[in-house]
């Protein structure tokens, strides 16, 4: 188990659960219950109170009932797994009379368990234990996620021509995703793996990386190692597994020319060609150590160029010009979409 893994597993307090009910016996009961044993116990009243608690409190787990005055039980749960922060967030869901059609719903929405009132206390105990363990996990690798991005983060920093160029590949690359049609895990992949596709280059010395003069043959095959070692890195989490073909691919070319494998056409998978017209198109806006930042014009000749010579895919920079068209030029303007 990794460092990470174990820091956020170290938290051996049984956790934070916040009671939503608006049955003022049932939530004495759940605090009676729960606080004697070493659970942080928070209540609300309501939907809208609810709410209103989770701005500041981070609960392991949710005990929501189905029927409340107002929005109800559903509404709550709905909401929770649209909000990116507590997408992962176990819910229990308790049920007095809920009809098996109420039920399947709650299933779709995400719910993670039900209880049924009158509750069997120890079940609910068992339950509980369990869910705040799962909780600490998606912990856990979301904040391995982070330490991830953060690294990124820290790559770019390290040549001040290349600050904030992953968060701008992210967003020109999911604008692009989702205009080419991109869903699901495929859009996530442009998005997350446009923040770590450059990863592998902490494995590049300074020297290299920084060098204002034209690199040597074997500096240059150092450079072209970095897509290698960025899929190296990350093949052992396999929460990014999804985006791997974006780290390994993005530097490959439509004719077979690029690196690091020299793959051709529709072998390069989509998402690593998104990537790409993205992570090209920010190279040319950004100033570097030898030229200035190209205008917008200008740098959608040269890729208009360079994909009729066969490197870049000419319908996704079609596209891309098109996108454009919703992002401001000026680079420091670019939204963070992530
Ligand atoms: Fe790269």
């Keep these: 188990m990794s460092g990470i893994y174990q820091l956020a597993l170290f938290d051996a307090s049984p956790g934070t659960v916040l009671v939503v009910d608006d049955d003022a016996q049932v939530r004495g009961l759940l605090v009676a219950l729960l606080r004697p044993r070493g659970y942080q ?26 029927h409340l005055p107002g929005k109800s039980g559903q509404d709550v749960l709905a909401h929770l797994r649209a909000d990116p922060v507590t997408r992962l967030l176990p819910i229990i869901m308790i049920t007095g009379g809920a009809t098996g059609e109420e039920r399947l719903r709650a299933m779709a929405e995400g719910v993670t ?89 902490i494995a590049i010395r300074d020297a290299v990386l920084l060098k204002p003069a034209r690199l040597t043959p074997e500096e240059f095959a150092e450079i072209r190692r970095h897509p290698v070692v960025g899929r190296e890195l990350l093949s052992g989490m396999k929460t990014l597994a999804f985006a791997l073909d974006v780290v390994y691919g993005h530097h490959e070319r439509l004719d077979g020319s690029g690196y690091p494998d020299g793959v051709a056409g529709e072998s390069i998978p989509l998402t690593a060609r998104v990537t790409t017209i993205a992570d090209i198109y920010d190279a040319l806006t950004t100033a570097r150590v030898y030229r200035a930042a190209l205008t917008r014009a200008e740098a959608l000749t040269i890729m208009g160029e360079e994909a009729r010579r066969g490197w870049w895919d000419p319908r996704l920079l079609d596209v891309f010009r098109g996108v454009l068209e919703g992002i401001p030029e000026d680079v420091a303007r670019v939204p963070n979409d992530i």
């Design 41 to 66: 116990v928070e209540t609300a009243a309501s939907a809208e109170e609810a709410q209103e608690r989770l701005k500041t409190l981070r609960p392991d787990v949710l005990l929501l009932d189905l």
């Design 113 to 201: 368990d039900f209880v049924a009132k009158p509750f069997a206390a120890e079940e609910l105990l068992a339950r509980l234990k369990s869910l705040v363990q799962m909780k600490r996990f998606t912990d856990a690798l979301e904040h391995a996620e982070h330490v991830i991005v953060a690294l990124a983060r820290a790559i770019d920093a390290r040549d001040p021509y290349t600050a904030r160029h992953s968060e701008r590949v992210s967003t020109y690359a999911g604008r692009l995703g989702a205009a080419t049609g991109l869903t699901g895990l495929d859009l996530e992949a442009v998005r997350r793996g446009g923040l770590f596709h450059d990863i592998g280059k």
